[in-house]
């Protein structure tokens, strides 16, 4: 149900935005979050959006230079990450609270209906 796309291999320094589109069914009334799994290491969070957009969380990782924004007239939810860095090499997932009208704030918010990821790669 959700779809990530604008993944790509990058230099040290560029800039990407991912973009994660519902495709069956509205998550507007749902917070959205970004997360993401580099080879041989656990998934990890990265931000939050409430449903609203109003709140946003991000992981100390990447605060500065990644940000979470949504539109819901498009069902959609990005992620720009700007200034990358090899260490931000991981597939990216999209997912979405299990329940409406959440703010979001991780790790209190049970994130379901993942996406099945985009591959972001950043050389040195």
């Known amino acids: 149900q959700l779809v990530e796309s604008g993944g790509g291999l990058v230099q040290a320094g560029d800039s990407l935005r991912l973009s994660c589109v519902a495709s069956?069914?509205?998550?507007?009334?749902?917070?959205m979050a970004w997360f993401r799994q580099a080879p041989g290491k656990e998934r990890e969070f990265v931000a939050t959006?409430?449903?609203?957009?109003?709140?946003?969380y991000y992981a100390d990782s990447v605060k500065g230079r990644f940000t979470i924004s949504r539109d819901n007239a498009k069902n959609s939810v990005y992620l720009q990450m700007n200034s990358l860095k090899p260490e931000d090499t991981a597939v990216y997932y999209c997912?979405?609270?299990?329940?409406?009208?959440?703010?979001?704030?991780?790790?209190?918010?049970?994130?379901?209906?993942w996406g099945q990821g985009t591959q972001v790669t950043v050389s040195s």
């Open positions: 069956e069914r509205s998550f507007s009334g749902y917070a």
């Open positions: 997912a979405a609270d299990r329940s409406p009208y959440g703010s979001g704030r991780y790790p209190t918010t049970d994130f379901g209906s």
């Open positions: 959006i409430s449903w609203s957009g109003g709140s946003t």
